[in-house]
């Protein structure tokens, strides 16, 4: 009886004991795998009982260790520094553009003569508004706009830029034509320059020498006797002359014709009589020796024709 009493209690314990061997088993097993999960060699140990840190290798948690917080100093003053040369590269450039843009202008003669400054600028606006781009200074063209200029107010010689002026506005400094003879045209008085070249609008003192017509064309605005082709060659032969020491102190159209002219010269009473179809250099030319040689002379004759080339005619 006691045998079997004692194998009874036996075959009660051990079924237990095996299930707390098995739970130890299993709890050594976990803690091994944390164990090699957690910690391993030539690895910084970081441990945290915040909630908000999920693992030792989390970079956003409020818990880091000095090696992470460094790492996420670093990244974090790399993404300023790139932010704020962005936006300092933004704003150099802006205002470089704002500096260099034309919405306001602003005009100024390179001679103390009193302009109508309302008049260029719109016609500069004009330009602009057909030439968009080139609105920037580094853009404009000084050539085309002083070309455009030429064609809309004939009195500009030449254009230039003359920097910045204030906020978005430009400055420009224009040449303007100074007439070398006069001449009027029914109620219209045209000018023309050294170069040749016709215009109306004159800021300077009245020329020196004037056109006498006596063409018997009616004066009228538009026909040959107004052409450029002939006020042209009336400046060209003025401003050649002056370079001769030569002094014309008027120019006559003959009667009949639109391709002679006349020119009575300072110290002669007689007229030289030029054709347009000439190069207007030769007949300077010519009218120099011809006067030369009277003046040698002592001849005073009622006219001389240098229209021939190579040859002078004299009554």
């Keep these: 009886m006691r045998l079997m009493g004692g194998f009874k209690k036996k075959s009660r314990e051990e079924p237990h004991r095996r299930r707390l061997n098995a739970d130890v088993l299993a709890q050594r097993r976990t803690a091994e795998k944390r164990g090699q999960t957690l910690f391993r060699r030539n690895r910084t140990l970081v441990g945290s009982l915040s909630p908000q840190v999920t693992s030792a290798s989390e970079l956003t948690g409020d818990l880091q ?8 100093l670093m990244a974090h003053r790399r993404f300023l520094g790139t932010i704020f040369l962005l936006v300092v590269g933004a704003i150099c450039f802006l205002t470089w553009l704002l500096y260099e843009f034309t919405a306001g202008i602003q005009v100024a003669p390179t001679s103390s003569i009193v302009i109508d400054s309302t008049r260029y600028e719109h016609a500069i606006n004009d330009y602009f508004v057909a030439h968009p781009f080139q609105r920037l200074r580094v853009l404009l063209n000084e050539n085309d706009l002083s070309h455009y200029l030429a064609e809309i107010t004939p009195e500009v010689k030449a254009v230039q830029s003359g920097g910045a002026a204030g906020f978005a506005t430009s400055q420009f400094d224009i040449t303007f034509r100074q007439p070398v003879v006069g001449w009027s045209i029914g109620a219209k008085q045209y000018y023309v320059d050294d ?6 609008v004159n800021y300077f003192a009245q020329p020196g020498v004037k056109i006498v017509d006596d063409s018997g064309v009616p004066q009228v605005a538009g026909t040959q006797v107004a052409s450029s082709r002939f006020l042209r060659f009336v400046g060209q032969a003025i401003t050649l002359a002056k370079a001769d020491n030569l002094t014309v102190t008027q120019a006559i159209i003959p009667a009949n014709t639109t391709h002679e002219i006349e020119l009575l010269v300072s110290g002669h009473d007689y007229p030289i009589k030029l054709s347009l179809d000439r190069p207007v250099g030769e007949q300077v030319e010519d009218m120099q020796h011809a006067l030369q040689y009277f003046d040698a002379k002592g001849q005073k004759p009622q006219y001389v024709d240098i229209r021939v080339s190579g040859e002078a005619y004299y009554k």
Excluded at 195 to 200: A, D, E, N, P
């Design 195 to 200: 170069s040749g070249v016709s215009f109306q």
């Design 65 to 72: 260790s000095p090696r992470a917080h460094a790492h996420h």
